[in-house]
C-alpha cells in the first residue's frame, strides 16, 4: 500500500516525470492521496480518472478525494460551474495515472552489494547501485547509479547499465551488451545473445560467430522471456523509449526505432530496419532484410514479408471459422492455382470469341 501524499506534491513528482510536458492545475483544496480506484468504488484519500465518457455518471456520483479530468469532460459532467470539490484539470488523466501510479509504487532498492552476490574486479558500481543476492556481474561491467540488478541476473563482461535501471531475477547480459538510463528488463530475459547465423556448407550447417553487440537505448522496457540477439557483425540497437513484451523475438542486426511498442510473441527475422512510432500487434511475423517506415501499424498475426517506401497500416491474418467452414476454405485455397490457370485460359478464350465477333460485325457492316 502506497502512501498518502498530498495531491500538490504529487503533481510537482508527476510534473518531474512527464518533463514538463502535462498541463495540470488543481480545483479545490489540496487534499492528501495515495491510490487509484474505479470511480464507484473510490473513497477517502482515493483518485479517480476519466477516460471513457461511459463513466461520466460514476465520475459525478464518486466519493473520491479528488477527481483527474481533461477540462472539456469536467465541463460535460459538472457544467460550466465545477463544484466545490478537488478536480485535478489534466490534458492527459491518463498519463498521469501511470506517472502517478510510479510516484505511489516506486522499485524497492537496498543500495550496495549484496554479501552473497558476485562482483568481479574490474567492475564498476555506483555506490548508490543495488547488486541484490546471487546476482553475478562479470569484470568491466559498469553499473550506473541507482540501477537494481536483482536476484540470478548475469552481467557479462563489458557491460553497461544506465542510471535507474531496473533489471529482474534471472535476466542475463551477455557480453558487451548496452542498455541506457531509465529500462526495464523483465525477469527471463536474453540481451545480446548469439544470433541466428549460419552458412550452409555441403548439407550442413556452419557457425558463424556473432560479433556485433545488443544496444538498448534510454527508457526501453523488455518483456519477460523476450531475447534480442546481438549483431553478426554490426550492432542490434533498440531505439529510445520503445517498449517490447512478453515473448518477443528481436533477430541479429535489427534496427528498431524510437518509441516502438510490440505486443507478446511478435518476431522480427534479422536485418530489418523498423521505424520510429511503429506499432506492432501481437504474434506478428515480420521477414528480415526489410524496412518499416516509421508510424507504421502491423495487425495481430499478420505476415509481412516486404513492404513499400511510405508508411502504412497492414493486417491479413485469417480469423477463426468453425471446423466444416475453415476445411472447406483450405480446400477452395488449395485449388487457387489451377482456378487461376482456368481464369487465364477463359479469359484468352472470352478474347478470341470477341475478336470473332468484332471481325462478323465488320463483315455484316
Not at 295 to 323: N, R, Y
Amino acid at each position: 500500500m502506497s502512501q498518502n501524499l498530498m495531491l500538490s506534491k504529487l503533481v510537482e513528482a508527476v510534473n518531474e516525470r512527464a518533463k514538463g510536458r502535462l498541463s495540470m492545475r488543481i480545483s479545490g483544496e489540496d487534499v492528501p492521496v495515495g491510490r487509484f480506484m474505479p470511480p464507484d468504488q473510490a473513497g477517502e484519500g482515493d483518485l479517480s480518472f476519466l477516460t471513457d465518457p461511459r463513466y461520466a455518471e460514476a465520475m459525478k456520483a464518486s466519493r473520491a478525494a479528488a477527481l483527474v479530468l481533461r477540462e472539456k469532460d469536467a465541463a460535460g459532467v459538472f457544467g460550466e460551474t465545477l463544484p466545490a470539490r478537488t478536480i485535478l484539470i489534466c490534458d492527459n488523466p491518463y498519463a498521469f495515472f501511470a506517472f502517478a501510479s510510479q510516484v505511489f509504487y516506486p522499485v524497492k532498492r537496498n543500495p550496495g552489494i549484496h554479501p552473497r552476490a558476485y562482483v568481479e574486479d574490474g567492475a564498476e558500481v555506483d555506490p548508490t547501485a543495488t547488486v541484490d543476492v546471487f546476482a553475478v556481474v562479470r569484470r568491466g561491467a559498469k553499473i550506473g547509479p541507482r540501477a537494481l540488478i536483482s536476484s540470478g541476473v548475469v552481467v557479462g563482461e563489458n557491460c553497461e547499465v544506465g542510471a535507474d535501471t531496473i533489471i529482474y531475477p534471472n535476466a542475463v547480459l551477455y557480453e558487451g551488451t548496452v542498455v541506457g538510463e531509465g529500462g526495464c528488463i523483465q525477469s527471463g530475459a536474453v540481451l545480446g545473445g548469439d544470433g541466428f547465423g549460419f552458412a550452409p556448407f555441403r548439407g550442413e550447417w556452419v557457425k558463424i560467430p556473432q560479433r556485433g553487440r545488443t544496444v538498448l537505448g534510454n527508457e526501453v522496457e523488455i518483456g519477460a522471456n523476450t531475447t534480442v540477439d546481438r549483431g553478426a557483425l554490426e550492432d542490434t540497437v533498440v531505439g529510445e523509449g520503445t517498449k517490447l513484451d512478453n515473448q518477443v523475438q528481436i533477430g541479429h542486426n535489427d534496427r528498431i526505432g524510437r518509441h516502438c511498442v510490440m505486443a507478446s510473441c511478435v518476431g522480427i527475422a534479422g536485418s530489418t530496419t523498423v521505424g520510429d512510432h511503429v506499432m506492432i500487434g501481437g504474434a506478428a511475423m515480420i521477414n528480415g532484410h526489410i524496412t518499416i517506415p516509421s508510424g507504421s501499424g502491423v495487425g495481430p498475426a499478420t505476415a509481412i514479408t516486404g513492404w513499400g517506401k511510405e508508411p502504412a497500416e497492414q493486417m491479413g491474418f485469417f480469423p477463426a471459422l468453425s471446423k466444416r467452414e475453415f476445411m472447406l476454405s483450405a480446400s477452395i485455397t488449395a485449388r487457387l492455382p489451377e482456378m487461376r490457370r482456368d481464369l487465364k485460359r477463359l479469359e484468352k478464350e472470352v478474347e478470341q470469341l470477341r475478336a470473332l465477333i468484332r471481325k462478323e460485325e465488320a463483315k455484316e457492316a
